[in-house]
Structure formats: structure tokens, C-alpha cells
């Protein structure tokens, strides 16, 4: 039995990796899924240490950009 291992995501060239999924395929069939989520760094500290809050607070938005609305 040949078991594949296939990694899906980020899956866009725009994305930063919100959600990646670890898939183990049998042929055609998903045998295992494993989602790792929150899959975001960026550097974001070390960009906040050289800005004031003001300056600081069009970044935030960009954090996670699925959940713009609740920041």
C-alpha cells in the first residue's frame, strides 16, 4: 500500500499561509487531513519596534486578513 503526503497551501501566491493542510492520500482517497492554522508570521514585532502606535495601526489589519472586521 504507497500512501502519498501531499502539502496544500498557502493556497493562493498572495496568502501568507493562513491555513495549511498536511493531506495523505490512498490513490484518490483522503485517508488523513491535518490543518494547521494560525500559520501567520511575518515579522510584524520587529516592524512595531521602529513605528509609534499611529504608524503601527495599518498593520494590524494586515495580521489576518481573513478577519478584518473584528481587529
Given at each position: 500500500?504507497?500512501?502519498?503526503?501531499?502539502?496544500?497551501?498557502?493556497?493562493?501566491?498572495?496568502?501568507?499561509?493562513?491555513?495549511?493542510?498536511?493531506?495523505?492520500?490512498?490513490?484518490?482517497?483522503?485517508?488523513?487531513?491535518?490543518?494547521?492554522?494560525?500559520?501567520?508570521?511575518?515579522?510584524?514585532?520587529?516592524?512595531?519596534?521602529?513605528?509609534?502606535?499611529?504608524?503601527?495601526?495599518?498593520?494590524?489589519?494586515?495580521?489576518?486578513?481573513?478577519?478584518?472586521n473584528t481587529?
Amino acid at each position: 500500500k504507497y500512501l502519498m503526503i501531499v502539502n496544500m497551501g498557502p493556497h493562493h501566491p498572495s496568502m501568507h499561509g493562513v491555513l495549511r493542510h498536511i493531506v495523505t492520500l490512498d490513490g484518490e482517497d483522503v485517508v488523513d487531513c491535518e490543518p494547521i492554522l494560525g500559520y501567520l508570521h511575518r515579522g510584524m514585532e520587529k516592524i512595531a519596534e521602529n513605528r509609534t502606535i499611529i504608524q503601527y495601526l495599518p498593520y494590524v489589519t494586515c495580521w489576518d486578513y481573513l478577519a478584518q472586521n473584528t481587529n
